[in-house]
Structures are given as C-alpha cells and as structure tokens.
C-alpha cells in the first residue's frame, strides 16, 4: 500500500505540474500551429529523468519509495516520454540498436495510428 500511494502523490503532482507548465507555456509561445506546451512537459521529463538515472548510477542511494514516487508518480504523469526515451537509450546502451530504431519508429507511427484509430471510431460512433 505504501508503493501504491507513493506513484500516486507523485502522480498527482505531476499531473498538476504538467497541467501550469504546458498552459503557461502555451501563453508565452508565439509559433501557432506547434503543441509547445506538451513538447516542453516531454522535454522537461526527459532531463529529469536523465538527471534522476545519473543520480541514482552514481550515488545508488535511491530508495524503491523515491524511485516510484518521482519516476513512476511525478515523471509518469508529467510524461510517458521520460520513460519511453530512457527505454530507448537502455536500449541503445546495451548495443540494441536494432530494437531501439525499432521502439522509436514503432512507437511513433502505432501511436499516431492508434489516436487516428480512436479518433475516427469516435466520429464513426457520433454519426
């Protein structure tokens, strides 16, 4: 129950985090057309998530607690593409090259095709 409830407060503010970052964000831009808001969020989580892998490799003091409360809880909900892009260069790291091309292309082109897919069964559903 701890773990349970240490990704969920760290959800929840992740959540809200992304929430003012991306809006605040989305007020400053000037470049229309380009979801600044989300890509920043994405961006943002990746450094964390670097900084937090680095962190942990280094010192190797991170609880399991810590660990799920920010990676799994804050970074989670800030974003999935922390954990999709350290995957990905586990991935790299260990010489799987093939599959890390593999993740990125997959991942970009099955989920555009799967927001694709939802979203005209929606529509087809509304008619």
């Not at 979801?35 to 892998?53: M, T």
């Not at 809880?73 to 999935?80: A, K, V």
Request: hydrophobic share 55%; aromatic share 14%.
């Amino acid at each position: 129950m701890k773990l349970i409830l240490c990704i969920g407060i760290g959800g929840f503010i992740g959540a809200i985090c992304r929430h003012f970052l991306a809006g605040a964000v989305d007020r400053w831009q000037t470049l229309s057309g380009f979801p600044w808001g989300i890509f920043v969020a994405n961006i943002v989580g990746c450094l964390l998530i670097g900084v937090f892998l680095g962190y942990s490799l280094h010192i190797k003091t991170v609880s399991e607690e810590a660990r799920l409360l920010f990676v799994t809880g804050f970074l989670g909900s800030l974003t999935t593409f922390s954990t999709f892009s350290l995957q990905t260069l586990e991935l790299f790291r260990n010489d799987q090259t093939g599959l890390a091309l593999a993740n990125i292309g997959a991942s970009v082109v099955v989920g555009l095709l799967a927001v694709w897919l939802g979203f005209g069964l929606m529509s087809w559903f509304r008619s």
